[in-house]
């Protein structure tokens, strides 16, 4: 595995494009209208918003348990070049390994089932044939045998599946973050969090708090049953479409909140929404954190007018505690002036789908 995937990789559905440097990120038509757009009405408070991990519409980003899109082969290739440059974006503490197995198995089994086309799994017992047609891997090894994987087995699985991951281990009626996969964060370093608590972990979020949010999160997750997965929404705003906005990385990132302007507000500013969805593993009682990262530019979003009239009224109305926590408190009333021309004023139906 390395940056120089087999001729093939990019064709008909993969899009060749950066997150970096000259920016040649952007959504399809049919990638705007699957957005996981994260606002189910006209104002926002941080909630935990959990809901069941099921199928959801067919097309969606909800209809598979892992969301393989258009950008899949193009953000393997960014992740492995943000390893190259800092391989501690990836860390596993050893008594984290066979949750890597556990987590393995799930995406490999699940790939291969809902992407058939492209991901195929065959087993011999402990014998395992992995085939990832899009990056042209074809690996056979032995499942719990780390010696026949080129990474361990968490880190093998991460670099072929969009979206960062983290492990929690559970004990003392807690969840400490003891591995993690973790370059195309919204500004948290694993290098600083790793080995954290839930509670230490979260400590930065403003207003949740004292509304007792995540002492509930806590007490559901603990309760969490092995095939029964749970997902929800977060978000922020990233200047550009940057998948490493990593604390370790900010000179090269934070100064681009100085650059926008009403000319290039649309272009340049993306909502960048998360689909965490959270998983009990099965033999080492871990469980698995997934954050896939999806960026839309505003002149894609509002292209659908319902999200339009929205985005404009949640940027707008948001507690400056929250705007200044991600990030955007500087640049909040040049945002809402730019989306304030797609909002006619027209009520909006409830729920996030653009035909509701």
């Known amino acids: 595995m390395s940056l120089d995937f087999k001729p093939g990789a990019f064709n008909g559905f993969f899009r060749d494009e950066t997150f970096r440097d000259d920016f040649t990120y952007r959504n399809s038509p049919e990638g705007i209208r699957r957005f996981p757009f994260p606002f189910d009405r006209d104002d926002y408070m941080y909630s935990v918003n959990m809901e069941p991990h099921t199928s959801g519409r067919k097309g969606s980003v909800f209809e598979h348990t892992f969301d393989v899109d258009e950008h899949y082969v193009s953000e393997m290739i960014d992740r492995a070049k943000v390893l190259a440059e800092d391989p501690l974006r990836c860390q596993s503490l050893p008594h984290m390994t066979l949750a890597g197995?556990?987590?393995?198995?799930?995406?490999?089994?699940?790939?291969?089932?809902?992407?058939?086309?492209?991901?195929?799994?065959?087993?011999?017992?402990?014998?395992w044939h992995w085939i990832n047609r899009p990056l042209g891997i074809d690996q056979t090894f032995t499942f719990l045998d780390e010696s026949t994987l080129p990474y361990g087995p968490f880190e093998?699985?991460?670099?072929?599946?969009?979206?960062?991951?983290?492990?929690?281990?559970?004990?003392?009626n807690d969840l400490w973050m003891d591995a993690g996969m973790i370059t195309s964060q919204a500004d948290w370093s694993l290098d600083f969090d790793i080995g954290m608590s839930f509670m230490e972990w979260h400590a930065p979020v403003p207003l949740a708090h004292e509304k007792g949010i995540f002492d509930r999160a806590l007490k559901f997750l603990l309760k969490l049953q092995h095939g029964a997965p749970v997902r929800r929404f977060n978000w922020t705003m990233t200047v550009?479409?940057?998948?490493?906005t990593a604390p370790e990385t900010y000179p090269k990132w934070g100064p681009t909140r100085t650059t926008l302007s009403q000319d290039n507000m649309g272009n340049k500013m993306h909502l960048r929404v998360e689909l965490q969805?959270?998983?009990?593993?099965?033999?080492?009682?871990?469980v698995a954190f997934s954050i896939r990262c999806y960026l839309g530019k505003f002149e894609e979003l509002v292209t659908v007018p319902k999200w339009g009239r929205r985005l404009h009224r949640v940027v707008r109305d948001l507690h400056?505690?929250?705007?200044?926590?991600?990030?955007?408190?500087?640049?909040?009333?040049?945002?809402?002036?730019?989306?304030?021309?797609?909002?006619?004023?027209?009520?909006?139906?409830?729920?996030?789908?653009?035909?509701?």
């Open 240 to 244: 550009n479409p940057l998948l490493d």
């Open 277 to 286: 969805a959270l998983f009990r593993l099965p033999r080492s009682n871990a």
């Open 101 to 127: 197995w556990d987590l393995l198995e799930l995406i490999m089994e699940s790939k291969a089932r809902d992407y058939p086309q492209w991901f195929s799994l065959t087993k011999d017992g402990n014998r």
């Open 320 to 356: 400056p505690d929250l705007a200044a926590y991600k990030g955007f408190l500087r640049n909040r009333d040049a945002m809402a002036q730019w989306l304030s021309a797609y909002d006619d004023g027209k009520p909006t139906s409830p729920g996030w789908w653009p035909e509701d």
């Open 156 to 172: 093998y699985i991460t670099r072929q599946t969009q979206g960062d991951f983290s492990l929690q281990d559970e004990r003392d």
